[in-house]
């Protein structure tokens, strides 16, 4: 039984692939990520963006059904929103930054604010991106 279930899952997860027409980016926990999300409001479909600090992954049977959490401060308010990884509404993620985190679940970010709760930056990330030689060409 749950060969079938493993075997089922797996398909479900090839068919969202080739239906999604792009590959999920490796991102980790403490990576600050822009999930493109597509919601549907009366008869209009639109995408809109979250930006923010990836706090926590699951992972489910299969990783059929994992999440992540991802947490952004919005005027002074922490605010946090759980996306389902194989979701048909899932229009896209960048990552635009990778943190250096040694734990698997960030949730003592809530408790912090301002400069305390920030992330140390992988800074190789950014010299594999090219960012470091756009910066550096503009002074």
Not at 103 to 122: P, Q
Not at 132 to 139: I, L, M, Q, T
Request: hydrophobic residues 40%.
């Amino acid at each position: 039984m749950t060969n079938f279930l493993l075997n089922f899952a797996k398909e479900q997860a090839a068919k969202l692939k080739q239906a999604r027409g792009f590959e999920l980016p490796d991102f980790k926990v403490g990576d600050t990520v822009n999930v493109k999300y597509k919601i549907t409001e009366g008869g209009t479909t639109r995408i809109q963006a979250f930006k923010g600090v990836v706090i926590a992954r699951t992972k489910s049977f299969a990783n059929y059904a994992a999440t992540f959490t991802v947490r952004k401060i919005s005027s002074g308010i922490g605010v946090e929103r759980k996306f389902p990884l194989y979701s048909p509404l899932l229009a896209g993620i960048e990552i635009s930054k990778q943190g250096v985190v040694r734990r698997s679940k960030l949730y003592y970010l809530r408790n912090l604010t301002g400069k305390a709760s920030r992330i140390k930056e992988k800074l190789d990330f950014l010299e594999a991106t090219g960012a470091v030689e756009a910066s550096s060409s503009n002074e």
